[in-house]
C-alpha cells in the first residue's frame, strides 16, 4: 500500500519535472528541422523560474475566475497523473478513481476554466480564442467519446492500467486492425487537443490567428508560469496515454521494486522523444489549416474512430 | 518460413496490413491534393502486394507469391510510373480536387459504405481461408465501395482514374482469401490491362489538357463543334 503511494507520487513528480524538458527539446528539434541552432532544451525551465520571480499584474476589473484558472489549469494534468499508467504496469493507489473518460474530463475542467478566465479579461483576444478552443472541443469530444467506447469495447474497460495489460498480453488484439484505426484516430486528437499544427501553431504570434495561445496573453508573472506549465503537462500527459496505454505499452516496471520503477523513468522518456520526432515532422511538414477546415480534421478523425468500432463490433 | 514466423503472427501482421489498407482507402476519399491521392495509391497497391505474399506463405502457395510479385511490379512501380510519365506535371499541383461533395460529408457517406460492407460481409459467414477473409473481405469490399464512391464524386481525370485503381485494389484484396488458388495467369491478365487502360486515360487526360488547360472533366458536359 505504502510504496503504492510513494509511486504515485513520484509519477506526479515525473510529470511536473519532465514536462518542460518536452517542451524545450520539442521547440530545439523544430528549431533544427528549421536549419536553425534554437534555444537550449533547458529554456522552459529558465523561463518558467524567470516568471516565476516577477511580479503578477492582475486587471482591476477581472473577477477571482482569472486568479484561479491558472491553479485549476496546473492541477488537472497532476489529477489525470494519478489515473494512468506513467510508470508502473500494474495499478497504483488511486488507479481506480476514475477511468480514460474521467480523466478526460479533468482536463475538460482544466481548459473550461481557462476558457472563462479568457472571457473574463475582456481583452479583445482572449474571448475569441476561448470560443474557438470550444469550437475545436466540441469537434473533438464525439471522437473522443467514440475511441473510449471502442477501447471499452476491445479491452473490456476504461481504466487505462486494465486496457494497457490488455494490449500487452494478446499480440493479436495489438496488430488488430481497429488498434491501427484507433491510433491515428487518437493521434489526430492530440494534435487538436493540444492545439498543434495543422489545427493551431503553438509558435505563431499573430494574434488573430491564435486559437489555444491567446486565452494565456493576459497573464503575467506566477500566473503565466503556472499556465505554461499546464501546457507542457497537458501535452505530457496525452503523450503517456497514448503511449505508454495504446502504442508502446511495454518497458513499464512490472515490479515493485524501486529500481525497476526508477528505470522506468528514462525508457518512457526515450519513448517519449521518439514520438517528438514524429510530432516535428508532422509540424514540419503541414501547414495551419484555415478555422473552418478544422472540421475536416476533426471529421476525419471521427470517421476513423467510428471505423474502428464498426470493425471491432464486427470482428468474428 | 512459416515455422519461423508461426501462423499467429502472420495472421497478426495480416491484420495490421489490412488496418493500414482501409486507412488509405479512407485517406483517397478525404483527401483533397492530387499527389497525395497518388501516393496513398502507392501505398495501397504495395500492401496489397504485402497481404498477398502473407497470404502465400502461410498457404504455401505459389500462385499468391507470384500475385504479390506481379502487383509489386505493376501497381507500385509501372503504374505510378506510366502516370508520372503521361499525365503534365502542373496537374499534380492541384491542391484542392474539385468534388460534387464536401470532404466532410463524403466522408460521412464513406463510413456508412464501411459500415454497409462490414454487415454485408457479415452475413457471408466464413468463406475462402476463414481466418484471413475475416480481415480482408470487408476491408476489401470496403474499399471497392469506397473507390468507386470516390470516382462518383471527383470531378478531376487523373483522381477518378486513382479512385478507379483504389476499387481494384479492394477487389484483389478481398479476392486472394476468397479464392486463393486463383490463377496468377488472372492477375497476368489484369496486370496487361490495367497498366494499358492508366496509359490510354493518361493519354486522353495529356491530350484534353493540352487542349482545355484543365483535366476536371467533371465540367465538360457539352459538345463543342469547330
Not at chain 1, 73 to 94: E, H, N, R
Not at chain 1, 204 to 232: C, P, T
Not at chain 2, 88 to 106: A, F, M
Not at chain 2, 123 to 139: E, R, T
Request: glycine letters at 6%; one cysteine or more.
Amino acid at each position: 500500500m505504502l510504496p503504492h503511494i510513494g509511486y504515485n507520487l513520484l509519477q506526479v513528480a515525473v510529470v511536473i519535472g519532465f514536462a518542460p524538458l518536452l517542451e524545450g527539446i520539442l521547440s530545439r528539434l523544430k528549431e533544427i528541422v528549421q536549419s536553425k541552432c534554437g534555444p537550449s532544451v533547458f529554456q522552459p525551465y529558465r523561463d518558467l523560474a524567470k516568471l516565476l520571480c516577477k511580479d503578477e499584474i492582475v486587471s482591476r476589473e477581472s473577477s477571482w475566475l482569472f486568479r484561479a484558472a491558472p491553479y485549476v489549469a496546473f492541477t488537472a494534468p497532476i489529477f489525470v497523473t494519478l489515473l494512468i499508467p506513467v510508470l508502473t504496469g500494474y495499478p497504483l493507489f488511486f488507479a481506480f478513481m476514475g477511468d480514460m473518460l474521467g480523466a478526460g474530463f479533468i482536463l475538460a475542467l482544466g481548459g473550461f476554466f481557462v476558457a472563462l478566465a479568457a472571457v473574463d479579461t475582456a481583452n479583445p483576444y482572449g474571448p475569441m480564442g476561448a470560443s474557438r478552443t470550444r469550437m475545436v472541443g466540441f469537434l473533438t469530444e464525439p471522437v473522443f467519446l467514440i475511441v473510449f467506447m471502442t477501447i471499452s469495447l476491445v479491452a473490456g474497460s476504461t481504466i487505462p492500467y486494465v486496457v494497457q495489460k490488455e494490449w500487452v498480453i494478446s499480440p493479436a488484439a495489438f496488430f488488430a486492425p481497429w488498434h491501427v484505426l484507433l491510433l491515428l484516430a487518437f493521434l489526430l486528437l492530440i494534435l487538436a487537443e493540444d492545439g498543434r499544427l495543422p489545427v493551431d501553431s503553438v509558435s505563431g504570434h499573430f494574434e488573430l490567428a491564435m486559437i489555444e495561445k491567446s486565452k494565456s496573453l493576459e497573464y503575467s508573472g506566477r500566473g503565466a508560469a503556472l499556465m505554461k506549465w499546464a501546457g507542457a503537462m497537458k501535452l505530457f500527459v496525452l503523450m503517456v496515454v497514448f503511449l505508454n496505454v495504446l502504442v508502446t505499452p511495454w518497458g513499464l516496471a512490472v515490479s515493485t521494486a524501486p529500481v525497476e520503477v526508477l528505470l522506468a523513468v528514462p525508457y518512457v522518456l526515450f519513448k517519449m522523444l521518439l514520438f517528438l520526432l514524429v510530432l516535428v515532422a508532422i509540424e514540419s511538414s503541414l501547414a495551419k489549416l484555415r478555422l473552418f477546415r478544422i472540421s475536416e480534421f476533426t471529421g476525419a478523425a471521427f470517421v476513423i474512430a467510428v471505423v474502428a468500432m464498426v470493425s471491432r463490433l464486427f470482428a468474428a | 518460413m512459416t515455422a519461423m514466423l508461426g501462423t499467429s503472427s502472420l495472421l497478426s501482421i495480416e491484420a495490421l496490413t489490412g488496418g493500414v489498407f482501409l486507412l488509405t482507402a479512407l485517406g483517397t476519399v478525404a483527401a483533397r491534393q492530387l499527389l497525395a491521392c497518388f501516393r496513398l495509391f502507392v501505398l495501397q497497391s504495395f500492401l496489397l502486394s504485402v497481404s498477398a505474399a502473407l497470404l502465400g506463405v502461410a498457404l504455401h502457395s505459389p500462385h499468391l507469391l507470384a500475385v504479390a510479385a506481379i502487383t509489386l511490379a505493376t501497381k507500385t512501380m509501372l503504374i505510378p510510373w506510366l502516370l508520372r510519365r503521361t499525365v503534365h506535371d502542373e496537374v499534380y499541383r492541384i491542391r484542392e480536387i474539385d468534388q460534387v461533395l464536401n470532404i466532410p460529408s463524403s466522408l460521412l457517406l464513406a463510413l456508412a459504405l464501411t459500415g454497409a460492407a462490414y454487415v454485408f460481409t457479415d452475413s457471408l459467414g466464413a468463406v475462402g481461408v476463414p481466418a484471413y477473409s475475416f480481415v480482408n473481405l470487408p476491408i476489401g469490399i470496403a474499399t471497392l465501395l469506397l473507390g468507386a464512391f470516390t470516382l462518383t464524386v471527383r470531378r478531376e481525370a487523373v483522381a477518378q482514374l486513382l479512385a478507379l485503381l483504389v476499387a481494384e485494389n479492394g477487389v484483389f484484396f478481398a479476392g486472394i482469401t476468397i479464392v486463393p488458388d486463383l490463377p496468377a495467369i488472372a492477375e497476368l491478365a489484369a496486370a496487361v490491362d490495367i497498366p494499358v487502360y492508366t496509359l490510354v486515360i493518361g493519354l486522353l487526360t495529356r491530350r484534353i489538357h493540352s487542349e482545355i488547360g484543365t483535366t476536371m472533366v467533371g465540367r465538360l458536359v457539352a459538345l463543342k463543334e469547330e
